[in-house]
């Protein structure tokens, strides 16, 4: 059992280090929430805030490592995938509900969010060789990709660093039927809708 674990991580490549670092972040950014929630130390919430635009820095330079060691496989592209689901979807999510983003429509929203972007990243790994053309590189996103998620996240900590989570949370807090909505939750609705659009097509780089 011990041979065939290593014979594993032989497999890797040394973009998928690069990959594994950019899940590491994503992790790290959800514990800090977690830990946010039980001590209220808004610095771990930051610090968790910062880890997401490391994982984006891992998730840019994995990508031209494998393009520039021509070591491109399906093992890399779905394990790119799964990371991107942590760092750029449920991390974000989890960061947003520590802000306080925690009424009953948020989470609804929040999971609608995540799974866009689950949807978002599957449809990619299944079209990809339909969108290459003749040079076999995929020319650009059908909606937009998950890390833009990012310009979500720097909306979160210029409000934890101003103070504006939790009751003051911006643009307060409505309720409808049995449930709570925080408006500013509404920018992840707005991210997930984007993700998934069929119509939008962004040059990929």
């Known amino acids: ?13 040394l973009a998928d280090w690069f990959t594994l670092g950019n899940a590491f972040c994503g992790s790290g950014a959800i514990f800090a929430a977690m830990r946010f929630l039980q001590e209220g130390v808004v610095r771990d919430l930051l610090v968790g805030m910062a880890l997401i635009p490391l994982a984006f820095v891992f998730d840019a330079l994995d990508g031209r490592i494998a393009r520039w060691r021509q070591s491109a496989s ?7 995938s799964l990371a991107d689901v942590i760092s750029f979807g449920v991390a974000p999510a989890s ?61 979160l900590a210029i409000a934890a660093m101003r103070g504006a989570i939790g009751p003051a949370v911006w643009g307060g807090v409505v309720h409808l039927g049995p449930w709570q909505l925080h408006p500013l939750v509404l920018m992840f609705a707005l991210s997930g809708s984007l993700m998934i659009s069929k119509t939008l097509h962004i040059p990929k780089p």
Request: charged share 20%.
């Open 1 to 13: 059992m011990k041979q065939r674990h290593f014979s594993m991580l032989r497999d890797f490549q």
């Open 95 to 155: 960061l947003a509900y520590a802000c306080g983003l925690q009424g009953g429509w948020d989470w609804v929203v929040l999971s609608y969010f995540v799974g866009c972007g689950v949807s978002r990243l599957a449809r990619y790994n299944v079209t990809a060789e339909q969108l290459s053309g003749t040079e076999g590189k995929v020319k650009y996103f059908e909606g937009t990709p998950i890390p833009t998620s990012l310009v979500l996240v720097i909306v």
């Open 74 to 80: 399906t093992l890399g592209r779905e394990l790119d």
